[in-house]
């Protein structure tokens, strides 16, 4: 698994459009939000540009390249050429994703500790980091699952677009509006719950007993991607 991540990592920083979907556009929308966080507190909070923030990069570069590299291996027969060495499927697809996820995770920290240097530490590390977690699982199994639905790196730019740009407006939407609304909605949407975690784990004021109840949705939707992904991932192009 580590020599197809090592490879795969050469491959993230060779390819240009790659690098800026991954790292450049996440980082420097990211970097819009802190520089103005005075301007964007006046309409959400400091939980709510740390959730932008989260959404920009495993919304855009974890979900999008985990889609894309994905289709771009099974298009030139390299999934199957691994699948006749000695690596499991499990260890095939856990040595392409990992750069990414582990390069989206970094990056994640490292905005968020901007964040907090320049504006305000959380309220609840833990439960900020937990809910990261949660995120980049959530995020890495809808990429699973959408990669079976893509046929080509071209066709990720289509099929990526309904996940991607969701998540990131459910997240402005919970953001800005909280769940005193349409909470059911708003939690069971992907993005929802996860939102509300990371709100209360930078802005405080609510029991952690009720905080721990917002993993479920997230996670349920780990287990559905996943569930999509076994019916539908295929390690072949379509004939």
């Avoid at 894309?68 to 392409?96: E, H, V, W």
């Avoid at 980049?136 to 066709?155: F, I, K, Q």
């Avoid at 990131?168 to 992907?190: E, F, H, Q």
């Amino acid at each position: 698994m580590l020599t197809i991540a090592r490879g795969e990592l050469i491959q993230i920083f060779r390819n240009r459009l790659v690098l800026v979907t991954a790292m450049v556009l996440p980082a420097a929308l990211s970097a819009f939000f802190i520089a103005k966080h005075d301007l964007f507190t006046e309409v959400g909070s400091l939980g709510y540009i740390a959730s932008l923030a989260l959404f920009f990069v495993a919304g855009i570069g974890l979900y999008t390249t985990t889609v894309t590299t994905l289709a771009s291996r099974r298009q030139n027969l390299f999934l199957k050429r691994l699948r006749s060495t000695a690596a499991g499927d499990a260890g095939i697809l856990g040595g392409l994703l990992l750069p990414i996820t582990v390069l989206s995770v970094v990056q994640i920290g490292v905005i968020l500790g901007v964040l907090a240097a320049v504006a305000g530490s959380p309220a609840n590390p833990l439960l900020l980091v937990a809910a990261v977690v949660a995120t980049v699982a959530m995020m890495l199994a809808l990429g699973l699952a959408t990669a079976g639905l893509t046929n080509s790196p071209e066709h990720a730019q289509v099929t990526t677009l309904p996940v991607s740009l969701g998540v990131i407006a459910v997240g402005g939407w919970v953001g800005v509006t909280g769940t005193g609304d349409l909470t059911l909605l708003k939690r069971l949407l992907p993005g929802g719950s996860a939102t509300e975690l990371v709100l209360d784990a930078w802005n405080g004021g609510r029991p952690i007993g009720d905080s721990l109840v917002l993993f479920g949705p997230t996670l349920a939707w780990v287990v559905i991607a996943v569930a999509l992904a076994t019916r539908l991932f295929r390690w072949e192009p379509r004939r």
